[in-house]
């Protein structure tokens, strides 16, 4: 069975979970701890140069590390990876996006303004962080009103990786006290993903934990 490197609540490797159970491809799960310093271990760098999750360790010992080289890894040759190479191209434009644009600053806000709770709503750089992940959500919402209600981000007939890649951070975006229900087209999205068979919550069978802080979470082991 392949191996996934992750943290408890990393967005990154949810996506590859998520696509994981949307594939029914099993995965065992390392779950490792920032805190306790497992991604600076010599043995974690050997799998991860840049010393982040995730990583996918194939059955030989080969290992991925990028959500979005780990998506089109395991989507390739099923519908979540399209065959056109105008929506391919049009894929990996939504990926580039979620990598430049969407991903840092969501992921940002939550770290400090709900996981560690280090910093305030207030603060400079936070402030510049809500502004760019509000206009990155304004961007997302445009490009699925004009999708039309049954297309998906980058494609029409079948949800790709850009919905995968995309879904996560946009998901936990109200722990960055980001209040999605002001997007018109992003809450039906999402409600969209979770309604597909093999859809994973990130927390497996805890779904009230998904916007759980770390003390929360922390008592559930
Ligand atoms: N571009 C990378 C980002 C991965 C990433 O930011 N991982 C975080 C967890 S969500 C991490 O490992 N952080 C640990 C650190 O930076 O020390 C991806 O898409 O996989």
Known sequence: MMKLYDTQRSGNAWKIRLLAGLLNIPLERVTL???RGDLDDPEFLK???LGMVPILELKDGCTIGESIAILQFLALGTPWWPVAA???AYVLMWLSFEQSQHMHPLAQLRLHLSLRRDRGAGDEDMVRFKAEAE???HLLD?????????GWIATQTHPSIADVALYPYTRLASMGGIDLETFQNLPPWL????????YQPL????YDLNFATI???GKTK
Do not use: N
């Open 33 to 35: 701890s920032i805190k």
């Open 47 to 49: 799998r991860s140069p």
């Open 86 to 88: 105008l929506d391919q």
């Open 135 to 137: 206009h990155a959500l």
């Open 142 to 150: 445009e490009q699925l009103a004009r999708q039309g209600r049954s």
């Open 191 to 198: 409600a969209r993903i979770e309604s597909l068979p093999g």
């Open 203 to 206: 927390f497996s069978g805890r």
């Open 215 to 217: 003390e929360m979470a």
